[in-house]
């Protein structure tokens, strides 16, 4: 069992940055591979961010402003986001899975989810 807790999330302005943080709770995190994921009010939650042992994966609209990062000693995983725009607000999840995916159905623990707001 994984326990996921996200924080970072606010409110910002267009062109600002915000860096979210995921920590999981147990000794096994180095073995998941993590993902962020996003969900706007009245859209389908969608992919954002993954990570690896080594490899990363973006979405196209995120490619160049957010970065995905992890620290296994502090079992924790980060998205920087940087050059944010309003098309950025949403709810963003961290998720947890033994395989690498780009899709929810992929990712079996989930956190609460942190409030990203960006203001134009």
């Known amino acids: 069992q994984v326990q996921l807790v996200e924080s970072g999330g606010g409110l910002v302005q267009a062109g600002d940055s915000l860096r979210l943080s995921c920590t999981a709770s147990g000794r096994t995190f180095s073995r998941y591979s993590m993902g962020w994921f996003r969900q706007a009010p009245g859209k389908e939650r969608e992919f954002v961010a993954a990570?690896?042992?080594?490899?990363?994966y973006y979405r196209d609209s995120v490619k160049g402003r957010f970065t995905i990062s992890r620290d296994n000693a502090k079992n924790t995983v980060y998205v920087q986001m940087n050059s944010l725009k309003p098309e950025d607000t949403a709810v963003y999840y961290c998720a947890a899975s033994v395989v690498l995916g780009t899709t929810p159905i992929t990712y079996e623990y989930w956190g609460q989810g942190t409030q990203v707001t960006v203001s134009s």
């Open positions: 990570i690896g042992w080594r490899d990363t």
